[in-house]
Nanobody
Framework: QVQLVESGGGLVQAGGSLRLSCTAS????????MGWFRQAPGKEREFVGG????????SYADSVKGRFTISRDNAKNTVSLQMSSLKPEDTAVYYC???????????????WGQGTQVTVSS
């Protein structure tokens, strides 16, 4: 079992930055790809980006490409989502998720965190 806990959410003005972290316990993340998803009120949860188990490859949704960056530190069992140039439409609950080896843009992940709220004011 892998337990995931997100942190770093909060309220930020448009154009600002936030860094979310996802910390794992129970198992090492070194064989897990990590995905970030978000769910805005009244909308379905959507893929934001992901990073492969080694950290050698990342992928992003078009809506965040160039503004968000995912990184990981397998020694610390953490994954980060650096968000810059935030927009009001980025407001959502952000979730991290883990699955074996490769990133999926669907919600086909084995483990999920509880989510952290990000609110971007205009």
């Amino acid at each position: 079992q892998v337990q995931l806990v997100e942190s770093g959410g909060g309220l930020v003005q448009a154009g600002g930055s936030l860094r979310l972290s996802c910390t794992a316990s129970g198992r090492t993340l070194s064989t897990y790809a990590m995905g970030w998803f978000r769910q805005a009120p009244g909308k379905e949860r959507e893929f934001v980006g992901g990073i492969t188990y080694s950290g050698g490859s990342t992928s992003y949704a078009d809506s965040v490409k160039g503004r968000f960056t995912i990184s990981r530190d397998n020694a610390k069992n953490t994954v980060s989502l650096q968000m810059s140039s935030l927009k009001p439409e980025d407001t959502a609950v952000y979730y991290c998720a883990a699955r074996r080896y490769w990133v999926a843009k669907t919600q086909d992940y084995d483990y999920w965190g509880q989510g952290t709220q990000v609110t971007v004011s205009s």
